[in-house]
């Protein structure tokens, strides 16, 4: 309605009557003799009433001809192609009087009724990061760095809303994320408004899966609409509505033209991506059989509509699914967009043909929407980082040959009492054993201090110089005490007290003549920490820096270590990322632990090894070409250069060079590094975390390094 009046006003402002009315008035500024008032009246009345009767033809023509609808299917990513065959029909000169759509249908075409333009929304499907839009994670720039880590930790996450009737939980996806993206991009339509008013009419489909009823949409809260339309069952959470619960509209009515002939088209031109069903030589395994249950119910009235369209563009959505929102398969679906409608562009031609056209165009009536295309970052809020919602749990798996499989699950629940508080448990199984139960206050400020219990259970062999020297096994609990925990955007600060003690299970197993000696033993600790994250990655930046700096106070009767001066343990790690294109990035980092005053116990002890900091103890120390554990002395320091190549969106190579200092005592340090070590490998950043394949050399232990190992770091 709101584009028909539009071009209703450009009628009368475009018209002879307007012309003349301007020269009349000109006239009369110049000219004005009394005698020739009356004669001037006259002709204007009379040119008046001819004029506005040619307007009043012209504005019948309009609304007398014939009127298009443009139907647009579901079908996840391969929806995108919708906007390719949007702009052939503007490019046609066909004007569309009323569009509908289901599910991604819906989605481009309600920003199309409401003035998104097919350039803008060729932009921003391409600048969104599907992989966070489509999920209930929050981008990393936005995330303070522990729920960052979390986030990067656990695979599978899942938020539940206890004695809540939002049905939130029966889909695994809550779609914050999508519910902040249409608010930014539906802004001024999110109230409750008939869709008929729109600058193009508009009506989407959902379903109703209480009654398996189809429910349409053509007046209400347009976001509301547009979610539910494409709320996939099981995937997305359903939208509630009153005693409906409502999902995927194409679980009903997957390409909608009978909405289309209801709301007034006497020409429906229809977009689909839907794939043909597969046939019983297609279904050979349980994936193939869900899409085929799929792909039959999203063919209710399928056949009758495509019937009643007059034409109807078909895209060749072969080798392409749902789930296909990388950045190569969105450009590949809109080009083959592109390519079906042009394969009916005769067809299009005749339509445009056989409709009066009006002077208006397109651009004209839309807002321009260049300062949303951006990444979808900007959309999404996170949670207040001094708080937790709602209950969360979460599972991760990892596998490498170092330490064969491991798993770990995590939960979090918020209760008040007389404040804000949480108790988060995390229990990980593998060669390493780790239980660990938080209780944390959320007081008003900017600290959440907390008090933790820790269970370990270590096996560690640990190497001289290449040869295994000790294995150690042994129990450790610990008591921590933060009631310095500061959490910002890129910074975190703790202060505290530690409690930990040792329960060796078996004597120390040593392939080589020692005098160690293993006792049960319990020590003191004073710790600050600080720490400065800015990378735009958490496994492969290409920009930004991290910084790790802490300090630690070690005794056992909170004053001396076994009446000897206390242990200070200073570790500093920082990395630098200075990208030099797109792909290429080089990474120094400087990093090293300095131990001085009394003795380290060996449980303190400098180690070296493995791929990150802290992988099998608190305090190890990684060395390229190092896979095992290496017993150092107590001071070490090593630079390294890491340079980072991505190959497409989510394949990196990777060569390490490292070299290192390591001594007992400082005053002895050569310019010559101790040892060296160089790695080269690849990695391929998955859904399940990074898959990485790595070889590597140090003079240290003198032997090749092999790494394989797929998941998220725990």
């Not at 997957?254 to 597969?278: C, K, S």
């Not at 999404?380 to 937790?388: E, R």
């Not at 990395?575 to 120094?588: E, F, G, H, S, V």
Request: overall charge neutral.
């Amino acid at each position: 309605m709101g584009k028909r009046c539009f071009e209703i006003e450009q009628i009368k402002r475009n018209s002879l009557w307007e012309i003349c009315r301007r020269h009349y008035l000109l006239i009369a500024i110049k000219r004005n003799p009394l005698r020739g008032i009356l004669r001037r009246s006259f002709l204007l009345i009379l040119l008046s009433l001819l004029l506005v009767g040619n307007s009043k033809a012209q504005i019948n023509s309009y609304s007398n001809r014939p009127k298009v609808g443009v139907v647009l299917s579901g079908g996840g990513a391969k929806g995108v192609a919708h906007i390719s065959a949007l702009r052939a029909i503007e490019q046609a000169g066909i004007p569309i009087d009323y569009i509908c759509g289901t599910s991604m249908g819906s989605l481009i075409g309600g920003l199309y009724a409401i003035g998104w333009t097919t350039d803008e929304l060729d932009s921003l499907v391409r600048a969104q990061d599907w992989s966070i839009l489509l999920t209930d994670k929050v981008a990393p720039s936005l995330l303070d760095l522990e729920s960052r880590r979390r986030q990067n930790t656990y695979l599978l996450r899942h938020t539940f809303i206890p004695g809540s009737k939002s049905n939130e939980g029966a889909g695994f996806i809550r779609g914050d994320n999508l519910d902040r993206l249409f608010t930014e991009l539906l802004a001024g339509y999110l109230d409750s408004i008939s869709f008929d008013s729109l600058p193009i009419p508009f009506a989407c489909v959902a379903t109703d899966i209480i009654t398996n009823r189809e429910v349409d949409f053509r007046s209400g809260y347009l976001k509301q609409a547009m979610r539910a339309s494409m709320s996939i069952p099981g995937v997305f959470s359903p939208v509630r509505m009153g005693d409906k619960l409502l999902v995927d509209g194409g679980m009903r009515n997957n390409y909608p033209a009978d909405i289309a002939r209801q709301m007034g088209a006497d020409i429906i031109i229809g977009v689909t991506v839907q794939d043909d069903t597969l046939t019983a030589d297609d279904i050979t395994g349980p994936v193939e059989l869900l899409m085929q249950i799929i792909d039959i119910n999203c063919k209710n009235k399928y056949q009758a509509n495509l019937d009643m369209s007059d034409l109807v563009i078909k895209v060749d959505v072969h080798g392409y699914s749902a789930a296909s929102f990388t950045a190569a398969a969105i450009d590949t679906l809109l080009r083959r967009g592109a390519e079906a409608a042009a394969s009916h562009e005769e067809e299009l031609r005749r339509i445009a043909g056989s409709i009066p056209q009006v002077s208006s165009s397109r651009h004209q009536v839309v807002t321009h929407h260049s300062s949303l295309i951006t990444h979808h970052s900007s959309f999404i809020t996170p949670h207040s980082p001094t708080s937790v919602p709602h209950p969360v749990v979460g599972v991760a798996f990892r596998f490498d040959n170092e330490e064969a499989g491991a798993f770990q699950i995590g939960a979090t629940m918020p209760f008040k009492w007389h404040l804000p508080m949480s108790l988060s448990t995390r229990f990980r199984m593998g060669k390493r054993i780790l239980f660990r139960l938080e209780h944390r206050l959320y007081p008003q400020g900017i600290t959440s201090p907390s008090l933790a219990y820790d269970f370990y259970r270590n096996d560690i062999d640990v190497y001289s110089h290449g040869t295994r020297a000790y294995n150690i096994k042994y129990r450790q609990h610990r008591v921590e005490l933060l009631p310095i925990n500061l959490h910002f955007r890129r910074y975190r600060l703790h202060a505290g007290l530690r409690f930990d003690y040792f329960h060796y299970t078996d004597p120390l197993l040593s392939a080589i003549p020692t005098t160690v000696t293993l006792e049960n033993d319990h020590y003191f600790s004073y710790f600050l920490s600080a720490d400065l994250n800015t990378e735009d990655h958490w496994y492969f930046p290409s920009s930004g820096t991290r910084l790790h700096l802490a300090y630690a106070y070690r005794t056992t009767d909170l004053l001396t270590l076994h009446g000897e001066p206390g242990l200070n343990d200073i570790t500093v790690h920082w990395r630098i990322n200075i990208p030099l294109d797109q792909r290429l990035t080089l990474q120094p980092l400087f990093y090293g632990r300095i131990l001085t005053s009394g003795e380290p116990p060996l449980v303190y002890s400098n180690i070296a090894g493995g791929e990150w900091f802290g992988h099998f103890v608190e305090q190890q120390l990684p060395f390229a070409g190092l896979g095992h554990v290496e017993l150092l002395h107590r001071h070490f320091a090593s630079a390294q250069l890491q340079v980072q190549y991505r190959m497409g969106k989510n394949h990196y190579l990777l060569l390490r060079a490292a070299a290192a200092y390591n001594t007992d005592d400082l005053s002895t340090v050569s310019p010559n590094p101790d040892f060296y070590g160089l790695q080269l490998g690849y990695s391929y950043n998955s859904f399940i975390g990074p898959l990485s394949v790595r070889l590597g050399y140090t003079t240290l232990s003198d032997k090749p390094y092999f790494l394989l190992n797929a998941g998220h770091k725990f």
